[in-house]
Protein backbone atom coordinates (compact mmCIF):
# COMPACT_ATOMS: atom_id res chain seq x y z
CA UNK A 1 0.00 0.00 0.00
CA UNK A 2 1.62 3.37 -0.67
CA UNK A 3 2.18 5.91 1.58
CA UNK A 4 -0.21 8.23 0.78
CA UNK A 5 -3.06 5.85 1.57
CA UNK A 6 -1.73 4.60 4.22
CA UNK A 7 -0.56 7.69 5.43
CA UNK A 8 -2.91 9.96 4.33
CA UNK A 9 -1.94 13.58 4.29
CA UNK A 10 -2.79 16.63 2.67
CA UNK A 11 0.89 17.40 0.80
CA UNK A 12 0.84 14.11 -1.01
CA UNK A 13 -3.08 12.52 -0.84
CA UNK A 14 -5.49 13.17 -3.99
CA UNK A 15 -8.60 13.08 -2.74
CA UNK A 16 -11.49 13.22 -5.05
CA UNK A 17 -15.46 13.27 -4.43
CA UNK A 18 -17.92 11.56 -6.74
CA UNK A 19 -21.34 12.97 -6.41
CA UNK A 20 -21.65 16.41 -5.00
CA UNK A 21 -25.37 16.44 -3.10
CA UNK A 22 -26.38 16.64 0.30
CA UNK A 23 -23.53 14.27 1.56
CA UNK A 24 -20.60 14.64 -1.11
CA UNK A 25 -20.61 18.04 -1.31
CA UNK A 26 -19.75 18.81 2.53
CA UNK A 27 -17.68 15.39 2.56
CA UNK A 28 -15.39 17.51 -0.44
CA UNK A 29 -15.17 20.82 1.39
CA UNK A 30 -14.17 19.56 4.92
CA UNK A 31 -11.36 17.60 2.89
CA UNK A 32 -10.32 20.52 1.17
CA UNK A 33 -10.44 22.64 4.70
CA UNK A 34 -8.65 20.18 5.84
CA UNK A 35 -5.97 21.33 3.21
CA UNK A 36 -6.28 17.91 0.63
CA UNK A 37 -6.70 18.51 -2.89
CA UNK A 38 -10.17 17.20 -3.60
CA UNK A 39 -11.50 17.01 -6.98
CA UNK A 40 -15.47 17.05 -6.90
CA UNK A 41 -17.04 14.98 -9.76
CA UNK A 42 -21.01 15.41 -10.52
CA UNK A 43 -22.66 14.48 -13.61
CA UNK A 44 -25.00 17.41 -13.76
CA UNK A 45 -23.01 20.21 -15.14
CA UNK A 46 -25.41 22.94 -13.75
CA UNK A 47 -24.78 21.89 -10.19
CA UNK A 48 -21.32 21.31 -10.88
CA UNK A 49 -21.29 25.41 -12.20
CA UNK A 50 -22.50 26.59 -9.59
CA UNK A 51 -20.18 24.79 -7.45
CA UNK A 52 -17.60 26.23 -9.54
CA UNK A 53 -18.57 29.65 -8.96
CA UNK A 54 -18.72 29.12 -5.29
CA UNK A 55 -22.43 28.98 -5.07
CA UNK A 56 -24.04 26.59 -2.43
CA UNK A 57 -26.31 24.30 -4.42
CA UNK A 58 -28.17 23.19 -1.59
CA UNK A 59 -31.14 23.95 -0.32
CA UNK A 60 -32.39 25.11 3.74
CA UNK A 61 -30.43 26.63 6.02
CA UNK A 62 -26.78 24.56 6.45
CA UNK A 63 -24.71 27.00 8.92
CA UNK A 64 -21.12 27.73 7.34
CA UNK A 65 -21.54 25.52 3.84
CA UNK A 66 -21.98 28.37 1.76
CA UNK A 67 -18.64 30.36 3.67
CA UNK A 68 -16.58 26.98 3.56
CA UNK A 69 -17.92 26.36 0.18
CA UNK A 70 -16.50 29.96 -1.19
CA UNK A 71 -13.17 29.64 0.88
CA UNK A 72 -12.25 26.51 -0.46
CA UNK A 73 -13.21 27.03 -4.32
CA UNK A 74 -11.00 30.34 -3.98
CA UNK A 75 -8.19 28.86 -2.39
CA UNK A 76 -8.99 26.00 -5.20
CA UNK A 77 -8.38 23.35 -3.00
CA UNK A 78 -11.65 22.07 -3.99
CA UNK A 79 -12.20 22.09 -8.27
CA UNK A 80 -15.02 20.42 -9.58
CA UNK A 81 -15.60 18.27 -12.98
CA UNK A 82 -18.07 16.46 -14.22
CA UNK A 83 -15.66 15.02 -16.56
CA UNK A 84 -13.85 11.77 -14.91
CA UNK A 85 -11.12 11.77 -16.70
CA UNK A 86 -8.70 13.67 -14.07
CA UNK A 87 -9.43 11.19 -11.58
CA UNK A 88 -6.54 9.27 -12.96
CA UNK A 89 -4.62 11.39 -10.23
CA UNK A 90 -7.17 10.62 -7.18
CA UNK A 91 -5.52 8.05 -4.42
CA UNK A 92 -8.60 7.99 -2.82
CA UNK A 93 -12.36 8.00 -4.38
CA UNK A 94 -15.25 8.68 -2.17
CA UNK A 95 -18.41 7.75 -3.49
CA UNK A 96 -21.61 9.17 -2.43
CA UNK A 97 -23.94 8.92 -5.32
CA UNK A 98 -28.05 8.37 -4.47
CA UNK A 99 -29.35 4.42 -3.48
CA UNK A 100 -32.78 4.85 -3.80
CA UNK A 101 -35.66 1.81 -3.26
CA UNK A 102 -37.86 1.10 -5.95
CA UNK A 103 -42.00 0.89 -5.56
CA UNK A 104 -40.90 -3.14 -4.66
CA UNK A 105 -38.59 -1.56 -2.15
CA UNK A 106 -35.50 -3.42 -3.74
CA UNK A 107 -32.58 -1.03 -4.02
CA UNK A 108 -32.08 0.89 -7.22
CA UNK A 109 -28.22 0.94 -8.43
CA UNK A 110 -27.96 2.73 -11.43
CA UNK A 111 -26.34 5.91 -10.60
CA UNK A 112 -23.83 3.22 -8.22
CA UNK A 113 -23.29 1.12 -10.70
CA UNK A 114 -22.70 4.13 -13.39
CA UNK A 115 -20.25 5.67 -11.41
CA UNK A 116 -17.96 2.59 -10.69
CA UNK A 117 -18.17 1.87 -14.09
CA UNK A 118 -16.62 5.44 -15.35
CA UNK A 119 -14.20 5.52 -12.02
CA UNK A 120 -12.92 1.67 -12.86
CA UNK A 121 -11.94 3.27 -16.45
CA UNK A 122 -9.39 6.05 -14.61
CA UNK A 123 -8.67 4.28 -11.99
CA UNK A 124 -5.12 4.88 -10.42
CA UNK A 125 -3.63 1.42 -9.15
CA UNK A 126 -3.20 1.19 -6.10
CA UNK A 127 -5.99 3.63 -4.97
CA UNK A 128 -8.55 3.11 -2.28
CA UNK A 129 -12.24 3.54 -3.26
CA UNK A 130 -14.61 4.11 -0.43
CA UNK A 131 -18.24 3.82 -0.54
CA UNK A 132 -20.32 6.64 1.54
CA UNK A 133 -23.62 6.26 0.27
CA UNK A 134 -26.02 3.67 2.48
CA UNK A 135 -26.13 0.79 0.73
CA UNK A 136 -27.30 -2.68 1.36
CA UNK A 137 -25.05 -4.90 3.03
CA UNK A 138 -23.19 -6.98 0.58
CA UNK A 139 -23.39 -4.43 -2.39
CA UNK A 140 -19.56 -2.93 -1.84
CA UNK A 141 -18.66 -6.43 -2.20
CA UNK A 142 -20.62 -8.21 -4.48
CA UNK A 143 -21.69 -4.99 -6.84
CA UNK A 144 -19.00 -2.18 -6.53
CA UNK A 145 -16.01 -5.15 -6.24
CA UNK A 146 -16.86 -6.38 -9.46
CA UNK A 147 -17.63 -3.56 -11.90
CA UNK A 148 -14.05 -1.97 -10.51
CA UNK A 149 -12.14 -5.15 -11.23
CA UNK A 150 -14.00 -5.84 -14.59
CA UNK A 151 -13.15 -2.01 -15.69
CA UNK A 152 -10.03 -1.75 -14.47
CA UNK A 153 -8.63 -4.66 -14.59
CA UNK A 154 -7.13 -4.36 -11.65
CA UNK A 155 -7.71 -6.45 -8.18
CA UNK A 156 -8.88 -5.78 -5.13
CA UNK A 157 -7.74 -8.02 -2.47
CA UNK A 158 -10.01 -7.93 0.57
CA UNK A 159 -10.26 -9.95 4.21
CA UNK A 160 -11.55 -13.70 3.86
CA UNK A 161 -10.55 -13.95 0.26
CA UNK A 162 -8.28 -17.00 -1.14
CA UNK A 163 -5.06 -15.27 -2.05
CA UNK A 164 -4.39 -16.21 -5.55
CA UNK A 165 -0.49 -16.43 -5.34
CA UNK A 166 -0.21 -15.74 -8.81
CA UNK A 167 -1.28 -12.67 -8.61
CA UNK A 168 0.72 -10.04 -10.42
CA UNK A 169 -2.19 -7.86 -11.64
CA UNK A 170 -2.32 -4.48 -10.16
CA UNK A 171 -4.63 -3.86 -7.27
CA UNK A 172 -7.04 -1.47 -5.72
CA UNK A 173 -8.30 -1.09 -2.06
CA UNK A 174 -11.56 -0.96 -1.03
CA UNK A 175 -13.73 0.33 2.20
CA UNK A 176 -17.27 1.20 3.12
CA UNK A 177 -17.88 4.33 5.84
CA UNK A 178 -21.53 5.15 5.83
CA UNK A 179 -22.61 9.14 6.19
CA UNK A 180 -24.45 9.75 8.78
CA UNK A 181 -25.50 13.55 7.80
CA UNK A 182 -28.56 15.73 8.70
CA UNK A 183 -30.40 18.11 6.93
CA UNK A 184 -29.70 21.13 8.62
CA UNK A 185 -26.60 20.09 10.51
CA UNK A 186 -24.53 18.36 7.35
CA UNK A 187 -21.48 20.16 8.44
CA UNK A 188 -21.95 19.87 12.35
CA UNK A 189 -22.74 15.89 11.82
CA UNK A 190 -19.70 15.46 9.66
CA UNK A 191 -17.32 16.59 12.22
CA UNK A 192 -19.04 15.39 15.33
CA UNK A 193 -20.68 11.85 14.80
CA UNK A 194 -18.76 8.61 15.44
CA UNK A 195 -17.91 7.11 12.16
CA UNK A 196 -17.72 3.27 11.41
CA UNK A 197 -14.76 2.57 8.82
CA UNK A 198 -15.20 -1.07 7.00
CA UNK A 199 -12.05 -1.95 5.08
CA UNK A 200 -11.07 -4.82 2.81
CA UNK A 201 -8.55 -5.76 4.82
CA UNK A 202 -7.22 -4.53 8.95
CA UNK A 203 -4.74 -2.62 7.31
CA UNK A 204 -7.66 -0.60 4.59
CA UNK A 205 -9.40 0.13 7.81
CA UNK A 206 -6.85 1.65 9.43
CA UNK A 207 -5.24 3.45 6.56
CA UNK A 208 -9.55 5.04 6.73
CA UNK A 209 -9.17 5.97 9.90
CA UNK A 210 -6.55 7.96 9.39
CA UNK A 211 -7.83 9.47 6.59
CA UNK A 212 -11.60 10.55 8.42
CA UNK A 213 -9.45 11.79 11.22
CA UNK A 214 -8.28 14.68 9.27
CA UNK A 215 -11.84 16.15 9.28
CA UNK A 216 -13.34 14.33 12.28
CA UNK A 217 -11.04 15.71 15.36
CA UNK A 218 -12.97 14.02 18.02
CA UNK A 219 -15.34 11.68 17.98
CA UNK A 220 -15.19 7.55 17.51
CA UNK A 221 -13.75 6.14 14.23
CA UNK A 222 -14.04 2.91 14.89
CA UNK A 223 -12.40 0.37 12.51
CA UNK A 224 -14.10 -3.19 11.06
CA UNK A 225 -14.86 -5.23 7.74
CA UNK A 226 -16.94 -3.42 4.86
CA UNK A 227 -19.86 -6.32 5.69
CA UNK A 228 -20.09 -4.55 9.43
CA UNK A 229 -19.79 -1.34 8.38
CA UNK A 230 -22.74 -1.67 5.80
CA UNK A 231 -24.93 -3.44 8.42
CA UNK A 232 -24.56 -0.61 11.04
CA UNK A 233 -25.92 1.94 9.13
CA UNK A 234 -28.66 0.45 7.93
CA UNK A 235 -29.75 -1.41 11.45
CA UNK A 236 -29.56 1.69 13.20
CA UNK A 237 -32.02 3.66 11.38
CA UNK A 238 -34.10 0.32 10.82
CA UNK A 239 -33.94 0.62 14.86
CA UNK A 240 -35.26 3.91 14.84
CA UNK A 241 -38.11 2.66 12.13
CA UNK A 242 -39.32 -0.60 14.76
CA UNK A 243 -39.51 2.25 18.02
CA UNK A 244 -41.46 4.51 15.87
CA UNK A 245 -43.56 2.07 14.90
CA UNK A 246 -43.77 0.43 18.58
CA UNK A 247 -44.73 3.89 19.22
CA UNK A 248 -47.28 4.25 16.96
CA UNK A 249 -49.31 0.92 17.26
CA UNK A 250 -49.59 1.65 20.90
CA UNK A 251 -51.05 5.08 19.80
CA UNK A 252 -53.90 3.03 17.58
CA UNK A 253 -54.54 0.96 20.85
CA UNK A 254 -54.85 3.84 23.01
CA UNK A 255 -57.48 5.79 20.45
CA UNK A 256 -59.45 2.16 20.87
CA UNK A 257 -59.40 2.05 24.69
CA UNK A 258 -60.29 5.70 25.15
CA UNK A 259 -56.72 6.05 26.70
CA UNK A 260 -54.38 8.98 26.05
CA UNK A 261 -50.47 7.60 24.68
CA UNK A 262 -49.00 10.87 25.71
CA UNK A 263 -49.39 9.96 29.39
CA UNK A 264 -48.90 6.49 28.93
CA UNK A 265 -45.49 7.30 27.09
CA UNK A 266 -44.45 9.55 29.79
CA UNK A 267 -45.11 7.11 32.42
CA UNK A 268 -43.86 4.27 30.51
CA UNK A 269 -40.14 6.34 30.19
CA UNK A 270 -39.94 6.60 34.09
CA UNK A 271 -39.50 3.08 33.85
CA UNK A 272 -35.69 1.76 33.87
CA UNK A 273 -34.42 0.82 30.48
CA UNK A 274 -37.73 2.38 28.79
CA UNK A 275 -37.28 5.12 26.15
CA UNK A 276 -40.57 4.85 23.82
CA UNK A 277 -40.55 6.86 20.80
CA UNK A 278 -43.10 9.81 19.85
CA UNK A 279 -46.41 8.54 18.18
CA UNK A 280 -47.33 10.74 15.16
CA UNK A 281 -49.05 11.38 11.90
CA UNK A 282 -46.33 9.42 9.99
CA UNK A 283 -42.22 8.96 9.51
CA UNK A 284 -40.68 11.00 6.49
CA UNK A 285 -36.88 11.37 5.24
CA UNK A 286 -34.84 10.35 2.56
CA UNK A 287 -33.01 7.49 5.14
CA UNK A 288 -35.92 6.00 8.10
CA UNK A 289 -38.30 5.15 5.63
CA UNK A 290 -35.34 3.82 3.04
CA UNK A 291 -32.91 1.88 5.38
CA UNK A 292 -35.24 -0.68 6.85
CA UNK A 293 -35.19 -2.11 3.42
CA UNK A 294 -32.00 -1.80 2.54
CA UNK A 295 -31.34 -4.09 5.28
CA UNK A 296 -33.44 -6.68 4.52
CA UNK A 297 -32.70 -6.22 0.96
CA UNK A 298 -30.34 -9.20 0.70
CA UNK A 299 -32.72 -11.79 2.48
CA UNK A 300 -35.53 -10.59 -0.14
CA UNK A 301 -33.64 -9.75 -3.27
CA UNK A 302 -31.91 -12.39 -5.38
CA UNK A 303 -28.99 -9.79 -6.97
CA UNK A 304 -27.90 -8.80 -3.77
CA UNK A 305 -27.58 -11.99 -1.72
CA UNK A 306 -24.94 -12.64 0.14
CA UNK A 307 -24.00 -16.17 0.05
CA UNK A 308 -25.64 -17.56 2.99
CA UNK A 309 -26.82 -21.38 3.37
CA UNK A 310 -30.09 -20.51 5.21
CA UNK A 311 -32.68 -17.22 4.52
CA UNK A 312 -34.23 -17.12 8.02
CA UNK A 313 -37.75 -15.32 7.62
CA UNK A 314 -37.87 -11.39 8.23
CA UNK A 315 -41.45 -10.49 10.09
CA UNK A 316 -40.71 -7.25 12.18
CA UNK A 317 -38.97 -4.64 9.82
CA UNK A 318 -41.15 -5.18 7.02
CA UNK A 319 -44.53 -4.75 9.80
CA UNK A 320 -42.60 -1.62 11.81
CA UNK A 321 -42.83 -0.26 7.86
CA UNK A 322 -46.56 -1.11 7.46
CA UNK A 323 -47.36 0.13 10.78
CA UNK A 324 -45.63 3.58 10.00
CA UNK A 325 -46.14 3.92 6.16
CA UNK A 326 -50.42 3.43 7.46
CA UNK A 327 -50.44 6.78 10.17
CA UNK A 328 -51.11 9.65 7.41
CA UNK A 329 -54.16 7.21 6.13
CA UNK A 330 -55.66 6.88 9.81
CA UNK A 331 -54.90 10.48 9.98
CA UNK A 332 -57.57 11.12 7.33
CA UNK A 333 -59.97 8.35 8.16
CA UNK A 334 -60.02 10.35 11.93
CA UNK A 335 -60.29 13.77 10.30
CA UNK A 336 -63.38 12.76 7.68
CA UNK A 337 -64.90 10.73 10.61
CA UNK A 338 -64.86 13.81 12.73
CA UNK A 339 -66.30 15.87 9.72
CA UNK A 340 -69.13 13.48 8.98
CA UNK A 341 -69.80 13.24 12.56
CA UNK A 342 -69.91 16.88 13.42
CA UNK A 343 -72.38 17.13 9.94
CA UNK A 344 -74.61 14.79 11.42
CA UNK A 345 -75.71 16.81 14.15
CA UNK A 346 -76.23 19.50 11.87
CA UNK A 347 -78.00 21.10 9.33
CA UNK A 348 -75.66 22.53 7.20
CA UNK A 349 -73.85 19.29 5.79
CA UNK A 350 -72.15 21.04 2.71
CA UNK A 351 -70.78 18.95 -0.25
CA UNK A 352 -67.20 19.84 -0.80
CA UNK A 353 -65.13 19.54 2.30
CA UNK A 354 -62.31 21.39 2.94
CA UNK A 355 -58.99 20.08 4.48
CA UNK A 356 -56.33 22.32 6.51
CA UNK A 357 -53.09 20.99 6.60
CA UNK A 358 -50.76 22.45 9.11
CA UNK A 359 -46.58 21.41 7.87
CA UNK A 360 -45.43 19.66 4.82
CA UNK A 361 -41.62 19.18 5.05
CA UNK A 362 -41.18 15.94 6.80
CA UNK A 363 -39.31 16.63 10.08
CA UNK A 364 -40.50 19.78 12.51
CA UNK A 365 -38.37 23.01 11.54
CA UNK A 366 -36.72 21.36 8.07
CA UNK A 367 -37.92 22.56 4.53
CA UNK A 368 -36.74 18.96 3.32
CA UNK A 369 -40.55 17.72 1.69
CA UNK A 370 -38.73 13.97 1.31
CA UNK A 371 -41.49 11.01 1.99
CA UNK A 372 -43.69 13.74 3.27
CA UNK A 373 -45.80 11.88 5.34
CA UNK A 374 -48.15 15.07 4.56
CA UNK A 375 -48.03 14.54 0.61
CA UNK A 376 -49.49 11.32 1.41
CA UNK A 377 -52.10 12.82 3.62
CA UNK A 378 -52.80 15.13 0.97
CA UNK A 379 -52.93 12.54 -2.27
CA UNK A 380 -55.40 10.41 0.02
CA UNK A 381 -57.87 13.65 0.92
CA UNK A 382 -57.63 14.49 -2.84
CA UNK A 383 -58.40 10.96 -4.18
CA UNK A 384 -61.92 11.27 -2.23
CA UNK A 385 -62.38 14.78 -4.12
CA UNK A 386 -61.81 16.93 -0.73
CA UNK A 387 -60.28 20.10 -1.15
CA UNK A 388 -56.76 20.82 1.09
CA UNK A 389 -54.96 23.82 2.46
CA UNK A 390 -52.07 23.13 3.07
CA UNK A 391 -49.56 25.98 5.54
CA UNK A 392 -45.59 25.53 5.90
CA UNK A 393 -43.25 28.39 7.37
CA UNK A 394 -40.29 26.78 5.63
CA UNK A 395 -41.56 24.82 1.79
CA UNK A 396 -42.04 28.60 -0.63
CA UNK A 397 -45.03 27.17 -1.87
CA UNK A 398 -47.30 27.25 1.17
CA UNK A 399 -45.56 29.87 2.96
CA UNK A 400 -48.10 32.85 4.36
CA UNK A 401 -50.59 33.56 7.11
CA UNK A 402 -51.59 30.84 8.80
CA UNK A 403 -54.93 32.03 9.62
CA UNK A 404 -55.75 32.76 6.33
CA UNK A 405 -54.30 29.67 5.01
CA UNK A 406 -56.87 27.94 7.23
CA UNK A 407 -60.08 30.26 6.32
CA UNK A 408 -62.82 28.44 5.95
CA UNK A 409 -61.71 25.03 6.55
CA UNK A 410 -63.88 22.47 8.01
CA UNK A 411 -60.79 20.67 10.05
CA UNK A 412 -57.48 21.29 10.64
CA UNK A 413 -55.03 19.40 10.72
CA UNK A 414 -51.51 19.69 12.12
CA UNK A 415 -48.86 17.27 10.57
CA UNK A 416 -45.52 18.89 11.47
CA UNK A 417 -44.46 20.42 14.78
CA UNK A 418 -43.22 23.52 13.41
CA UNK A 419 -41.89 25.63 16.29
CA UNK A 420 -43.65 29.01 14.92
CA UNK A 421 -47.45 26.54 15.02
CA UNK A 422 -46.69 27.66 19.11
CA UNK A 423 -47.97 30.68 18.47
CA UNK A 424 -51.10 29.60 16.89
CA UNK A 425 -54.16 31.12 19.02
CA UNK A 426 -56.95 28.53 19.13
CA UNK A 427 -59.43 31.46 19.58
CA UNK A 428 -58.64 33.00 16.24
CA UNK A 429 -58.10 30.04 14.68
CA UNK A 430 -61.41 28.80 15.46
CA UNK A 431 -63.12 32.00 14.18
CA UNK A 432 -62.17 31.50 10.52
CA UNK A 433 -62.73 27.99 10.40
CA UNK A 434 -66.11 26.16 9.19
CA UNK A 435 -66.25 23.81 11.69
CA UNK A 436 -64.21 23.59 15.03
CA UNK A 437 -62.62 20.91 14.30
CA UNK A 438 -58.78 20.15 14.97
CA UNK A 439 -56.53 17.15 14.42
CA UNK A 440 -53.83 16.70 16.33
CA UNK A 441 -50.77 14.40 14.37
CA UNK A 442 -48.04 15.07 16.70
CA UNK A 443 -49.22 15.42 20.65
CA UNK A 444 -48.88 18.92 19.85
CA UNK A 445 -52.12 20.66 20.98
CA UNK A 446 -53.28 21.23 24.65
CA UNK A 447 -56.38 18.67 24.19
CA UNK A 448 -58.29 19.94 26.94
CA UNK A 449 -57.44 24.09 26.30
CA UNK A 450 -58.77 23.08 22.77
CA UNK A 451 -62.19 21.66 24.04
CA UNK A 452 -62.40 24.67 26.17
CA UNK A 453 -61.96 27.49 23.23
CA UNK A 454 -64.92 25.03 21.75
CA UNK A 455 -62.95 22.85 19.57
CA UNK A 456 -64.27 19.37 18.31
CA UNK A 457 -60.76 17.48 19.17
CA UNK A 458 -58.96 14.90 18.09
CA UNK A 459 -55.56 12.86 17.71
CA UNK A 460 -52.87 10.44 17.55
CA UNK A 461 -53.51 8.14 20.38
CA UNK A 462 -55.76 10.30 22.25
N1 LIG B 1 -40.54 10.56 13.91
C1 LIG B 1 -41.61 10.08 14.65
N2 LIG B 1 -41.41 9.76 15.96
C2 LIG B 1 -40.19 9.89 16.56
C3 LIG B 1 -39.11 10.37 15.79
C4 LIG B 1 -39.31 10.70 14.47
O1 LIG B 1 -42.73 9.94 14.15
O2 LIG B 1 -40.06 9.62 17.75
C5 LIG B 1 -40.75 10.90 12.51
C6 LIG B 1 -40.41 12.34 12.17
O3 LIG B 1 -41.54 13.15 12.28
C7 LIG B 1 -39.95 12.23 10.72
C8 LIG B 1 -39.33 10.85 10.64
O4 LIG B 1 -39.84 10.11 11.75
O5 LIG B 1 -41.03 12.28 9.83
C9 LIG B 1 -37.80 10.83 10.72
O6 LIG B 1 -37.43 11.64 11.80
P1 LIG B 1 -35.93 11.55 12.44
O7 LIG B 1 -35.96 12.31 13.70
O8 LIG B 1 -35.48 10.15 12.47
O9 LIG B 1 -35.05 12.41 11.45
P2 LIG B 1 -34.23 11.94 10.17
O10 LIG B 1 -35.09 11.23 9.19
O11 LIG B 1 -33.48 13.13 9.71
O12 LIG B 1 -33.22 10.85 10.78
C10 LIG B 1 -31.90 11.21 11.00
C11 LIG B 1 -31.11 9.94 10.89
N3 LIG B 1 -29.72 10.31 10.88
C12 LIG B 1 -28.94 9.86 9.89
O13 LIG B 1 -29.35 9.12 9.04
C13 LIG B 1 -27.55 10.33 9.94
C14 LIG B 1 -31.37 9.04 12.07
O14 LIG B 1 -30.43 7.97 12.04
C15 LIG B 1 -31.21 9.78 13.36
O15 LIG B 1 -31.55 8.88 14.43
C16 LIG B 1 -32.17 10.96 13.38
O16 LIG B 1 -31.79 11.81 12.28
C17 LIG B 1 -32.02 11.74 14.69
O17 LIG B 1 -31.73 11.07 15.71
O18 LIG B 1 -32.24 12.95 14.66
Redesign the pocket.
Known amino acids: MRAEIANPNPESTVIAVIGLGYVGLPVACEFARAGFCVIGLDIKADRVAKIAAGINPIEGNEPGLAELLTEVITSQRLRVITDYSILTEADVVLINVETPVDDQYLPQYHAMRAACRSLGSVLKSGALVIVESTVAPGTTLNVVRPILEEISGYTCKYDGQIENQNQESATFYLGACP?????GRLLN?LRN?SRVCGGSSGTVAEAMCKLYRHIIPQADIDPTDILTAELVKTT??AY?DV??AF?NEVALICEAMGGDVWKVREFVNKSPGRNM????A???????PKDPWLLIAPIHDQSARIESNHQPNIYLIPAARTVNESMPAHVAEMTINAINKYDAQSANRNPQYKIGILGFS???DSDDTRHS?SETLVTLLQRQQIEVAIHDPFVEEYKGDIYERMASCDAVVLM?KHSVYRTIDLKILIQTLRKPILVDGRGFFDRTHAQKVGFVFRGIGQ
Open positions: ERVMPNLENRQIALLPGGVGGHCIYLEPV
